[in-house]
Every structure is written in structure tokens, then in C-alpha cells.
């Protein structure tokens, strides 16, 4: 039996993969305040739980990138989702603030490798011009599991206590497992690709790179950290990333403190930016390919939508200002849009930028560059709220991608795409 429009059977399962990524992180920003009150934490506390996952995260990033290299795209993805589903579910056996830690950081060094695994099928299965839409479409995933744990953890810990919300969450992972290694492959081996279809994408997407070539000792890790593009994409996810990490783990905490939210009113309206974060990386890597049927040189296509989601950064300004929780929301959505715009094609840029056999692992470096910003923003907002206010980490925030975007053009000239 085959199966129709396998490439997007893919698509689909990647989207749902960082759709479970993130749902499973997010579950413990949903419940932080009532986690707290029971385990006797403060805001500094919550911030050293969120850190350990920061650390493990960034530890492992670039790791997960190398293993991912190594061991083949379907294994790698297959080790990383069971392991991190695993450490979501040991939440509900947490007792106490370095108990809860314990598991934070076990997630931290599994869930990264949804990145690089998910870049590396997206390398497998689709065309040059189609690839931001690729990683549109996973990246997609990780703003509806944003939108969809603030309703779905709220009403599991009202009806039967938080600890099954981190159950409920984890077990998601290990359903997905099952449709994985039944139905990946790359193109050129997959037994439920069609005939015609596999005829279209042979010749235009890159051919697979399985375990033996890199096992053999054929992976340069140091030369590829060491590479212009690395280190520039390394630099533009420092500045970045931590925008995107504030708005998952702290706005749940920032309406429930600073806009009177009680938690079914954070089920009920802090899935809607992530909305906007889903119609931001579909329509970024649409309009990239777009741009480039168009006539635009890929890095102009690329480079032009990133700054287009830069432009609605600092929109981020006005949250901690405007009179009332909706404008604050509102505030919320530009930045969830914009950064999605700017990682539909910032998450990428690996794959045009490096040889199959690399994505991974450059994906992973990159990656890492993101995490190490997160932990020390995390570890700066909870410093910042507890002695002053969500205010001066908003206005960073809104200044972040308008940075990077800076530092993009002006390290990887047009050029370094050839």
C-alpha cells in the first residue's frame, strides 16, 4: 500500500513532534504559580527550576545535533521524543523544588534534538524552494502545543490535579513514536512513497546521509563550529531565542501577577499569541519560496523575511504599558508573528548553508547558541521581576531581533550562499 502526498504525511508528523515538544514544556509555565504554593517556591526559585532545563537544553543542543548525524535522522528522532516523553511523565512523581528540577533538566537534555532531526528530514524530503516551508510547517507545531497546553493543562489540574496534566502530556510522545518508525524514511528508501511522487522529488532533494559515513569518523564537528555561517546563525539564536523562551515560560506568570489572571482565565487566553506564532511560520516559509519563484536569490528571499519579522519586534514595548490584559495579549502577538517570520528562516539557513551530512549537527551548534541565551535571560528575568518589573524585559525583548538581523547582514553577505 502507498500512501498519497508522503511529503507532507512528513510535514505532518514533524509538526506534531515539536507540537508535543512544546506542550510538554509548557505544562509546568501553566501550573508554575499553583506548583509553588504547594512546593513553597518563589519567583527566584521557579527561575533556578527553568534554568536547570536552560542548561541541560543548551548542553545538549549542540549534542543532539552530532548524535542526530550519527545515528540517522528516524533513530536519532526516535531515541529523543522517547526519552524527553519519559522525563515529562516522572514530573507527576515531583515533590519538592529540586525534585521538579531533576526532571526539568532531564527534559532539557532530550528535547533539543526535535530541532535538528526535524531540519534534517526537512533537508531529506524537500527542494531548496520549498524548504522554509518545511520548517515553517514543524516550527508551526511548536506554537499550536503552545496554544493548546494553556486549556488542556488548566482543565486537567482543575478536574484531576496537576500531576496528570504531565501524564496526559508525556504519554502524547510515545503514540507519536509508534507512527514514526512505521512510517519514516528518506524518499529514496521509503516503502510508502508513491512511484510518480518519488520520481518528482529524486532529482531535487539531497540524498540521505545514514550512519555509516559519519561513523566512520567522516564528521568535522570543530570545523563546522568554526565555520562563518555557524558562528553568525550561533550569535543571531543567542540574541533570539530568548525572546520566544520568555513568552513560553513567563506569560502565564506575568498575566496571574500583573493582570489579576486566575488560572482558568490563563487557559482560557494564553494560547492566543501562539495563534499568530502558527500563521508566522507558515507564512514565512511560504512567502520565502515565494520570493524565490519570483526571481529572488535564495539568501535575499531568506534575509528579506527575516527583517520583515524583525520589524514587528518591538511592538513588545507596549505589553507592559498599554492599559488593559487584552492590549497586553495583543502586544504578545506581534511578537509571537514576528518571531515566527524570523525563525521560518533563520531555522533554515543550516540547511542551505552545509553539506546533508552536516545539517545536524550545525543545527544543533546553533541551537546551542539559543539555549545559552535562554539561560541567562531566564536567570535575568527572575532576577528583573522580583526586584523590579516585567517592564525592562519586555523593552529587551523588542530590541533582540532587530539586533540580530544586523548582525545576519553584516556577517553572511550574499556570497557565503554559493
Given at each position: 500500500?502507498?500512501?498519497?502526498?508522503?511529503?507532507?504525511?512528513?510535514?505532518?508528523?514533524?509538526?506534531?513532534?515539536?507540537?508535543?515538544?512544546?506542550?510538554?514544556?509548557?505544562?509546568?509555565?501553566?501550573?508554575?504559580?499553583?506548583?509553588?504554593?504547594?512546593?513553597?517556591?518563589?519567583?527566584?526559585?521557579?527561575?533556578h527550576v527553568v534554568t536547570l532545563f536552560m542548561i541541560a537544553y543548551a548542553i545538549m543542543y549542540a549534542g543532539s545535533g552530532y548524535l542526530?548525524?550519527?545515528?540517522?535522522?528516524?533513530?536519532?528522532?526516535?531515541?529523543?521524543?522517547?526519552?524527553?516523553?519519559?522525563?515529562?511523565?516522572?514530573?507527576?512523581?515531583?515533590?519538592?523544588?529540586?525534585?521538579?528540577?531533576?526532571?526539568?533538566?532531564?527534559?532539557?537534555?532530550?528535547?533539543?534534538?526535535?530541532?535538528?532531526?526535524?531540519?534534517?528530514?526537512?533537508?531529506?524530503?524537500?527542494?531548496?524552494?520549498?524548504?522554509?516551508?518545511?520548517?515553517?510547517?514543524?516550527?508551526?507545531?511548536?506554537?499550536?502545543?503552545?496554544?493548546?497546553?494553556?486549556?488542556?493543562?488548566?482543565?486537567?489540574?482543575?478536574?484531576?490535579?496537576?500531576?496528570?496534566?504531565?501524564?496526559?502530556?508525556?504519554?502524547?510522545?510515545?503514540?507519536?513514536?509508534?507512527?514514526?518508525?512505521?512510517?519514516?524514511?528518506?524518499?529514496?528508501?521509503?516503502?510508502?512513497?508513491?512511484?510518480?511522487?518519488?520520481?518528482?522529488l529524486k532529482d531535487h532533494v539531497r540524498p540521505p546521509v545514514e550512519t555509516r559515513a559519519a561513523s566512520r569518523g567522516s564528521l568535522d564537528?570543530?570545523?563546522?563550529?568554526?565555520?562563518?555561517?555557524?558562528?553568525?546563525?550561533?550569535?543571531?539564536?543567542?540574541?533570539?531565542?530568548?525572546?520566544?523562551?520568555?513568552?513560553?515560560?513567563?506569560?502565564?506568570?506575568?498575566?496571574?501577577?500583573?493582570?489579576?489572571?486566575?488560572?482558568?482565565?490563563?487557559?482560557?487566553?494564553?494560547?492566543?499569541?501562539?495563534?499568530?506564532?502558527?500563521?508566522?511560520?507558515?507564512?514565512?516559509?511560504?512567502?520565502?519560496?515565494?520570493?524565490?519563484?519570483?526571481?529572488?536569490?535564495?539568501?535575499?528571499?531568506?534575509?528579506?523575511?527575516?527583517?520583515?519579522?524583525?520589524?514587528?519586534?518591538?511592538?513588545?514595548?507596549?505589553?507592559?504599558?498599554?492599559?488593559?490584559?487584552?492590549?497586553?495579549?495583543?502586544?504578545?502577538?506581534?511578537?509571537?508573528?514576528?518571531?515566527?517570520?524570523?525563525?521560518?528562516?533563520?531555522?533554515?539557513?543550516?540547511?542551505?548553508?552545509?553539506?546533508?551530512?552536516?545539517?545536524?549537527?550545525?543545527?544543533?551548534?546553533?541551537?546551542?547558541?539559543?539555549?545559552?541565551?535562554?539561560?541567562?535571560?531566564?536567570?535575568?528575568?527572575?532576577?528583573?521581576?522580583?526586584?523590579?518589573?516585567?517592564?525592562?524585559?519586555?523593552?529587551?525583548?523588542?530590541?533582540?531581533?532587530?539586533?540580530?538581523?544586523?548582525?545576519?547582514?553584516?556577517?553572511?553577505?550574499?556570497?557565503?550562499?554559493?
Open positions: 500500500m502507498k500512501i498519497p502526498k508522503m511529503q507532507w504525511v512528513v510535514a505532518a508528523l514533524l509538526f506534531l513532534a515539536t507540537m508535543i515538544n512544546y506542550a510538554d514544556r509548557l505544562a509546568l509555565a501553566v501550573v508554575s504559580v499553583d506548583l509553588r504554593r504547594e512546593f513553597a517556591m518563589d519567583e527566584r526559585d521557579y527561575s542526530v548525524d550519527r545515528l540517522g535522522t528516524k533513530r536519532g528522532f526516535a531515541i529523543f521524543i522517547f526519552t524527553w516523553s519519559m522525563a515529562q511523565m516522572m514530573h507527576a512523581l515531583a515533590v519538592g523544588k529540586w525534585s521538579l528540577g531533576a526532571c526539568r533538566f532531564a527534559l532539557g537534555l532530550a528535547e533539543p534534538g526535535n530541532w535538528p532531526a526535524a531540519a534534517k528530514a526537512v533537508a531529506e524530503w524537500f527542494p531548496a524552494s520549498k524548504r522554509a516551508l518545511g520548517v515553517g510547517i514543524f516550527n508551526a507545531g511548536s506554537s499550536m502545543g503552545s496554544a493548546l497546553a494553556p486549556p488542556v493543562v488548566a482543565w486537567l489540574t482543575l478536574s484531576y490535579g496537576w500531576r496528570s496534566a504531565f501524564v496526559f502530556t508525556g504519554s502524547l510522545g510515545l503514540v507519536w513514536l509508534a507512527l514514526w518508525l512505521l512510517l519514516y524514511s528518506p524518499p529514496h528508501t521509503n516503502r510508502w512513497l508513491r512511484r510518480e511522487e518519488y520520481e518528482e564537528w570543530k570545523k563546522i563550529i568554526s565555520m562563518r555561517a555557524c558562528y553568525s546563525l550561533i550569535l543571531a539564536r543567542f540574541f533570539t531565542d530568548p525572546v520566544i523562551y520568555f513568552v513560553i515560560f513567563w506569560l502565564p506568570e506575568y498575566l496571574r501577577k500583573e493582570r489579576g489572571f486566575d488560572l482558568a482565565m490563563v487557559g482560557k487566553y494564553a494560547w492566543v499569541p501562539f495563534i499568530f506564532g502558527d500563521i508566522g511560520y507558515v507564512a514565512g516559509g511560504w512567502l520565502s519560496g515565494r520570493l524565490m519563484q519570483a526571481g529572488w536569490s535564495l539568501p535575499k528571499a531568506r534575509k528579506r523575511v527575516m527583517l520583515l519579522g524583525a520589524m514587528f519586534m518591538p511592538a513588545a514595548i507596549l505589553a507592559p504599558m498599554v492599559p488593559t490584559a487584552e492590549l497586553a495579549i495583543a502586544a504578545t502577538c506581534f511578537m509571537a508573528l514576528g518571531h515566527a517570520l524570523w525563525v521560518a528562516n533563520l531555522q533554515t539557513l543550516p540547511t542551505d548553508l552545509f553539506k546533508a551530512s552536516e545539517v545536524g549537527t550545525a543545527t544543533g551548534f546553533t541551537g546551542m547558541g539559543g539555549a545559552i541565551g535562554g539561560v541567562i535571560a531566564t536567570l535575568g528575568t527572575g532576577y528583573l521581576v522580583s526586584n523590579f518589573s516585567y517592564a525592562p524585559v519586555f523593552w529587551i525583548s523588542g530590541c533582540m531581533h532587530p539586533l540580530a538581523i544586523g548582525i545576519v547582514y553584516w556577517l553572511l553577505p550574499d556570497r557565503y550562499f554559493d
